[in-house]
């Protein structure tokens, strides 16, 4: 096992990147897309996890870490949903941008710019977001070690990333790095993808267990993602601490 996580050619190649995350039209445009299918479906098992009842603010007292958090784009909907959010990234000029960003959002969230084994933090959170981070990271195990250790007992860790397939080489670089250019060629590295049962194992030596695990989907003739039974290319997992 690796000393660092952190890959210093991932960490570049989103620095070129990184004044576009809030651009809808941009680079980052199909995670804006993405966007509103994950904060449901975090929405929905938090609440479920913590019995929590709807609210204009239903995550009101939940505190949520949000890992490789870029420039924000799921750490200011957590906020909004009412819970105390702290975002980290390895790339300085990602929270550079996240805390441009959060001036003009009228909200509190903490930003660090720090990889989880670098991150001085005395605090556990409710819930851990690692979301398409850990197909960028050096070491998967380590990171996922790490990450566990900030999260309370009978929190939950939600883990977003690409499954290893044929598939998922056909439609996650060849068709949305080479064909529909939605993402610039180069973004992803097959050989970073995980299988979900590899992730599972992974997951369990750092005390977590799967609760669940689903597929994510795009519908081209909707133009918008939906959560799926098919985990062949993207898949999100919930886990829980025990």
């Known amino acids: 096992m690796s000393n660092n996580t952190i890959n210093k050619k991932e960490i570049e190649k989103f620095n070129k990147i990184a004044e576009e995350w809030w651009d809808p039209d941009g680079k980052f445009k199909p995670l804006h897309k993405f966007n509103p299918i994950r904060i449901e479906y975090i929405k929905n098992n938090v609440m479920d996890n913590f019995n929590l009842s709807s609210d204009i603010k239903p995550f009101r007292g939940i505190s949520v870490l949000d890992i490789g958090c870029g420039g924000g784009l799921l750490s200011e909907p957590m906020a909004r949903l009412g819970a105390n959010v702290v975002g980290i990234d390895a790339s300085k000029k990602n929270i550079d941008v996240a805390k441009h960003h959060l001036n003009k959002s009228n909200l509190e969230i903490e930003y660090y710019n720090s990889s989880p084994e670098n991150f001085n933090s005395k605090r556990n959170f409710d819930v851990i977001l690692n979301m398409e981070i850990v197909e960028h990271v050096d070491d998967v195990q380590k990171f996922i070690n790490e990450s566990s250790k900030f999260l309370n007992k009978n929190g939950i860790m939600f883990i977003a990333t690409l499954n290893q ?78």
Request: net charge positive; aromatic share 12%.
């Open 165 to 242: 397939t044929l598939k998922s080489y056909v439609f996650a670089i060849l068709g949305a790095e080479y064909i529909l250019r939605w993402l610039p060629i180069g973004t992803h590295d097959w050989n970073k993808f995980i299988k979900p049962k590899n992730l599972e194992k992974i997951c369990e030596s750092s005390m977590l267990k799967l609760k669940k695990v689903n597929g994510v989907k795009f519908n081209p003739i909707l133009n918008k993602w939906k959560i799926s039974n098919d985990k062949s290319v993207n898949y999100i997992s919930v886990f829980k601490k025990i």
